[in-house]
């Protein structure tokens, strides 16, 4: 009798985005297939997994050494040898064609950029949001956030179809190019000192969202030329990265009509 549990979890891997064991992670780099991230044991000196990291990386595919134990824990195969690729729902876009798509359609540029947003269920709907709202795109690091993964697909409801997202080595670097292009930073930050609803977000607008627990980082918020607050009327001060970004989002909406 054939044991259907036993079949079942290569199908969960497949489903969550991961590919398992040295093989199947050399073809799908070698096919092109658009990936995430990749996990390899820590310590390991083997020269498989030295060629799959190198190769990895000459595509510019993030690569994070993990202890064996975590990657026990992701994996559904149970025979993951060490190495385990979580794959992209979609390839990643360029800044320059979130640029272009606002050129395209004859609108300011209104961009949002996720700082370190490591949940991928605040990324997805972030990107939810952003697409409802018109937004040109989402622009994300390309270490210490979530990206475009199963999780986050589904939690976007498709919205990673539509809209660009990008992914750049450094915000920072990022930040400082979208200025001397002409686009205006606004961080929102807790303790900003211009309001949400005195920010002119009319124009050519980069709308920088903080990480879940941190906020922006100190080098970004450096390079905002303002720091928004949104008003908060009750005993807390801090609203979920997906709500905020929202709210702001929306603000700029109500401005450009």
Not at 143 to 165: E, F, Q
Request: with cysteine; proline share 4%.
């Amino acid at each position: 009798m054939r044991d259907d549990n036993r079949r079942r979890p290569p199908v969960e891997a497949e489903a969550d985005g991961l590919i398992e064991g040295r093989n199947a992670v050399i073809e799908a780099l070698r096919a092109g297939t658009p990936i995430d991230k990749i996990y390899i044991a820590r310590g390991e000196t083997d020269a498989t997994l030295g060629h799959i990291a190198s190769t990895a990386r000459g595509k510019g595919v993030v690569v994070t050494e993990a202890d064996r134990r975590k990657l026990d824990g992701m994996s559904r195969t149970k025979s993951h040898q060490g190495v385990i690729a979580v794959s992209a729902v979609r390839e990643y876009a360029s800044v320059e064609d979130i640029l272009a798509a606002a050129r395209e359609k004859g609108e300011p540029p209104l961009i949002v950029v996720c700082d370190e947003l490591s949940d991928p269920h605040n990324l997805g709907a972030v990107i939810r949001t952003a697409e409802c709202a018109g937004a040109h795109g989402v622009i994300i690091p390309k270490r210490r956030s979530a990206g475009l993964t199963a999780i986050v697909a589904k939690t976007s409801a498709g919205a990673v179809s539509y809209l660009p997202v990008a992914r750049v080595a450094n915000l920072t670097s990022l930040l400082k190019e979208l200025k001397e292009q002409g686009l205006w930073v606004f961080g929102t930050a807790a303790d900003g000192g211009t309001s949400l609803y005195q920010a002119d977000l009319k124009g050519p607008a980069v709308l920088v969202i903080g990480s879940e627990g941190d906020g922006m980082g100190r080098l970004v918020r450096e390079q905002c030329d303002f720091l928004v607050s949104i008003p908060m009327k009750g005993k807390l001060n801090s609203l979920n990265a997906s709500a905020a970004a929202a709210i702001v989002l929306y603000e700029a909406v109500r401005q450009r009509r």
